[in-house]
């Protein structure tokens, strides 16, 4: 029997493994109140053979196979941050401008990050700030009586106000 394989895997699409975060630009106006939200989530791998096989169309079975593009081989999962052991989110910045707060929380799969930018030096003219977003927490160690601390990135980049009044 035959799959729906393509010959080569797309450019887009590699097999790499990293622990590193995605660079982000946020930009914000100043005189705001912003608010934005990270959904995590686990790719696990997903057996395109196996659901073709269960699903292969045939007269009077209609195709119920994958409907991935191919070459996309990975299935999301929402991840449990306060199951995983995430109790907390922490936000540095370098250098940032006076009438900047940046805090976040966690609400089950979501990270939701809230920026108040009140910034006198950023009335005339635009402001950069470098910042980076962090998930805290701790689990059990299940081989020693000592907790795991949990510290992974969620996100991190320029902070970018856009120039404008506060008032």
């Not at 998930?135 to 992974?152: M, S």
Request: hydrophobic letters at 30%.
């Amino acid at each position: 029997m035959g799959y729906r394989l393509p010959d080569r895997r797309p450019d887009w699409c590699t097999k790499q493994i990293g622990d590193i975060a995605r660079q982000s630009v946020i930009s914000v106006d100043n005189g705001s109140i912003s608010r934005f939200s990270i959904p995590s989530f686990y790719g696990e791998h997903h057996d395109r053979k196996f659901h073709d096989h269960v699903g292969w169309p045939s007269p009077g079975h209609p195709d119920r196979s994958c409907q991935l593009p191919p070459g996309c081989e990975f299935v999301l999962n929402e991840i449990d941050l306060p199951g995983e052991g995430y109790t907390s989110i922490e936000v540095a910045m370098i250098d940032p401008p006076d009438g900047l707060t940046f805090t976040g929380t966690i609400d089950y799969n979501v990270v939701s990050l809230t920026i108040s930018c009140m910034c006198e030096s950023a009335v005339d003219q635009d402001v950069d700030v470098r910042f980076c977003v962090y998930a805290t927490g701790t689990i059990e160690n299940e081989y020693d009586e000592d907790d795991i601390e949990l510290r992974d990135v969620v996100t991190k980049g320029i902070l970018h106000i856009v120039a404008g009044p506060i008032g």
